[in-house]
């Protein structure tokens, strides 16, 4: 998974031209037979209705988490990684540098950007974020939306996505890397390569074979441009992205300006809850999950009884959480002052997104083997 110079990204125009042999996903999306049971990779609620988004551009539609029926109006098939609702309104994004957008929950979509590979004509003009995929979107209003993917890409909208303005995430100071508030100790031979690993995991097997590797051997460059993996908002108004290699994010700025941070932990974060003032939860690679109360600033590493990596998460009361993973893996804490509690969904497979029902209790989970309900124990 996964350079320097910063890319401007030209707004799309608001809808595609006519679709074309050389690019296939922008053909409309194929009605497709039990789609509810194919590969889902998020979902969110639309005022009552719910919205699920997966490959070769599903899109679901249930007003009760049970049954779903397939929305006939979408004009891709490329895969859709994510998707945020504000009221009736809908964004999803996903491969192809595609965003789509919804004005009546889900039923009807507009491309708002789409931009595919293609060939470099020029090699010093080459940006190379044009093609990456976004891997997840936020609204905080109708108008205000974020969008995040490959290689340090951020979007950013301010009239609810007819323009979409960024390029590579704006980091301040030089992008100084921080372990718990601490300046990293960087090797002077190598400016990129963080070589203090006190706060790290010993080192574990890196494949089937039983082998074992030291954290010498392990060591990595720190990614100059790691993939953005997920973004959310605390109830402060702060924005905290999460990426590849433990690499943090975060903007106190409404996403002018960003500094980057670093996990007490090398491995990838897929995903972070927000919560009331600085308050955020961050989880991924390895069933690691991180909490912090001051935005990032330290750490605390919360005990989750698993291996498997972590997905999907979604925000409870009182701080409570709820976070998914590999092989149908399901974590609850009903309270920020809880532990997590470890269960799994034997229906689930591998599970990358989740959403709470309406009391609470039950909820909707999104993966590898479509969607499905689920109460935890």
Do not use: C
Not at 117 to 139: E, S
């Amino acid at each position: 998974a996964a350079i320097a110079s910063a890319f401007a990204v030209a707004p799309a125009p608001a809808q595609d031209a006519a679709p074309t042999i050389a690019d296939p996903m922008a053909l409309p999306a194929e009605p497709m037979r039990l789609a509810d049971h194919a590969l889902v990779l998020d979902l969110a609620r639309a005022g009552t209705r719910l919205v699920a988004v997966g490959e070769r551009g599903q899109v679901l539609l249930s007003d009760d988490g049970q049954d779903w029926r397939q929305s006939t109006g979408v004009p891709v098939r490329s895969n859709l990684t994510a998707v945020s609702a504000v009221g009736a309104s809908v964004w999803a994004v996903g491969h192809d540098g595609t965003i789509l957008h919804s004005a009546d929950a889900g039923e009807t979509w507009q491309v708002q950007r789409r931009d595919p590979w293609a060939p470099a004509t020029d090699d010093a003009a080459h940006d190379p974020r044009q093609g990456v995929p976004l891997l997840d979107v936020l609204f905080t209003d109708a108008s205000t939306g974020y969008a995040v993917g490959a290689y340090s890409l951020l979007l950013t909208t301010r009239d609810g996505g007819q323009t979409w303005t960024g390029g590579r995430i704006n980091v301040v100071g030089g992008g100084e890397t921080l372990i718990n508030g601490k300046p990293a100790l960087i090797n002077d031979a190598s400016p990129v390569t963080v070589v203090d690993r006190a706060q790290v995991d010993d080192a574990l097997p890196d494949d089937d074979s039983g082998d074992t590797f030291s954290a010498e051997e392990l060591r990595i460059g720190e990614e100059a441009d790691p993939h953005l993996n997920a973004i959310a908002r605390t109830g402060s108004g702060a924005f905290v992205i999460v990426a590849e290699r433990g690499a943090i994010f975060r903007s106190r700025d409404g996403g002018a300006n960003w500094e980057r941070s670093q996990l007490p932990y090398d491995g990838s974060m897929f995903g972070v809850i927000g919560y009331d003032g600085d308050h955020v939860l961050a989880f991924g690679l390895r069933g690691h999950v991180f909490e912090s109360r001051d935005l990032g600033t330290s750490w605390v590493d919360v005990p989750t009884g698993t291996e498997l990596s972590l997905m999907g998460g979604a925000a409870l009361a009182d701080g409570g959480a709820i976070v998914v993973g590999a092989n149908g893996t399901v974590l609850h804490r009903a309270g920020a002052s809880d532990p997590l509690v470890l269960s799994t969904h034997t229906a689930g497979g591998a599970i990358a997104g989740v959403l709470p029902l309406a009391d609470g209790r039950e909820l909707v989970v999104a993966g590898e083997n479509g969607l499905s309900r689920y109460q935890p124990k």
